[in-house]
């Protein structure tokens, strides 16, 4: 049962209906079922693998907490994790000839079984989010939870369950613990979220996804334009599709008066590359960051006696160091072909280049007399890290090395400048503009479409009906998979 279904809305609809109905001291437990049967709607099987995540840290916290030893402790609960983690990952990398029957069961109907093991829906999330916990324990940030059913709940909520965000326990624990009566702006709010965040996802990313599978898994027979064209369009296909996403996992939460983290902060207006991940996947890269390069680069400059290594100071090594392993663990998270290995490289070299050039960068525009709040200059950064980021799609969005490889050197082989471009672009494109337009005013004017949140209720309900048909009209409703499920 993906958001992108009628039975998802339908579900979320009775949830919500319910939630209000039944008395406050009731409603964490219709929360937890609610998750629970929607988790039970993907492959039933996978529940037990949750809830035996959910057991073993749950007792673990409070292990940990007590415990004097608590970093002998700690690395032994963030190996089983791990492990459970990597086991379901690799399993086909690593016995590629086993057969193992799984049923995908939704509430509704049943269809044909899966011969393969598969990752089940959300571990990798729901573990970045037992991880989360464990290590603010034992920062003692915060305390176990003792309640085993609000434990659960934080771990299953069902908005955030399959994609994230990835909640830290101060954010979403004292929520739980807390329920509040019916807040109609907050709810508004979420629905407007939701209706925005399946523009995104129907309308948008999926009919620019047909574009870009269409040209990728044919790439032998397109030039080096249309495959740039197809780059370019896959950068917005990808972030149509997750922010999407996130659009409705917040937008569901808020109708249960819940405040999820905010994923996304208009990445494609970013001026570097340290600026597109404070942007991109927020409580992704916000984790890597606290959890893994921070440590990581502590763990250098204790160990890195000298001011100097040949000749370059040894804070560059140790960010170089630090943010290479970061994005390199980044790279295997998201699947076992070297290719994600590759892509999460690249960025690692990015921000390594970035930081090993800061300095010179500066002298630079000092001499030509070129200031950061310049319009063109800012322009121009928007740009170069626009192209940065959309060349290491392309290792993200490419089956395998191999294809990667291929398909750049085609696009610098510059045989033709004619690109191959379908009439059914132009709806999604007309739809990217209407987001990009949302996405300027936020970013220079602090204001959202001023059709959305028009004072005007006429002008209001005119545009709220116009989304709502274009996606009635234009969505592709078969129920593509949101691109980060499967990681």
């Given at each position: ?116 093991l598969i990752i089940p829906i959300g571990l990798s999330y729901i573990l970045f989010t037992v991880l ?161 390069f921070l440590p990581l680069a502590y763990y250098f400059s204790k160990n890195l006696k000298k001011e ?63 200031k950061q709040t310049n319009v063109s200059y800012k322009l121009y950064k928007i740009f170069l890290t ?102």
């Open positions: 049962m993906i958001f992108n279904s009628l039975a998802y809305i339908f579900f979320l609809g009775i949830v919500s209906v319910l939630y209000y109905i039944l008395p406050v001291k009731f409603r964490w437990f219709w929360l937890l079922i609610a998750s629970i049967l929607y988790y039970l709607s993907f492959i039933p099987v996978f529940l037990s693998v949750v809830f035996i995540v959910i057991i073993i840290n749950y007792f673990a916290a409070k292990w940990l907490s007590y415990t004097t030893n608590k970093k002998t402790t700690m690395i032994i609960l963030v190996i089983i994790n791990i492990l459970i983690l990597a086991f379901f990952k690799y399993f086909n990398a690593i016995f590629p000839n086993t057969s193992v029957n799984l049923y995908y069961v939704d509430l509704f109907y049943k269809v044909n079984p899966i011969n393969h989360s916990y464990l290590i603010e324990i034992k920062r003692k940030t915060i305390k176990p939870e003792k309640h085993f059913g609000y434990f659960s709940l934080y771990i299953l909520f069902f908005p955030k369950i399959a994609q994230g965000p990835i909640e830290r326990p101060y954010n979403l624990l004292p929520q739980i613990r807390h329920f509040k009566t019916f807040n109609y702006s907050l709810a508004l709010e979420g629905i407007k979220q939701m209706l925005w965040g399946f523009f995104k996802k129907l309308v948008v990313a999926d009919r620019l996804g047909t574009y870009v599978n269409e040209v990728y898994g044919n790439y032998e027979t397109h030039n080096g334009t249309t495959l740039i064209v197809a780059t370019f369009l896959y950068s917005f296909q990808i972030y149509a599709d997750f922010s999407g996403y996130t659009d409705i996992a917040l937008g569901s939460a808020k109708l249960f008066g819940i405040n999820l983290t905010p994923n996304f902060r208009r990445p494609y207006f970013a001026t570097s590359i340290q600026d597109f991940w404070n942007r991109w996947h927020i409580s992704f890269s916000t984790w890597l960051r606290d959890y893994l100097n290594y040949l000749s370059i100071k040894a804070d560059k090594w140790i960010y170089s160091f630090a943010i290479l392993i970061t994005f390199f663990i980044a790279g295997i998270w998201h699947g076992e072909g070297l290719h994600y290995i590759l892509w999460g490289l690249l960025f690692g070299i990015y921000l390594s280049y970035s930081n090993w050039t800061f300095k010179w960068n500066r002298k630079l525009r000092k001499k030509f007399h070129i626009f192209l940065m980021v959309s060349f290491a799609w392309i290792f993200f969005r490419s089956n395998d090395s191999q294809q990667a490889f291929e398909i750049i050197k085609r696009i610098f082989s510059f045989s033709t400048i004619s690109a191959y471009i379908e009439p059914s672009l132009l709806i999604p494109l007309l739809g990217l503009l209407l987001i990009l337009y949302d996405e300027f005013r936020l970013e220079f004017y602090s204001t959202s479409v001023p059709l959305l949140n028009s004072r005007s209720p006429v002008l209001r309900y005119v545009f709220y009906y116009l989304i709502i048909f274009s996606i009635i009209l234009f969505g592709v409703w078969d129920e593509n998979q949101f691109i980060y499920l499967q990681f």
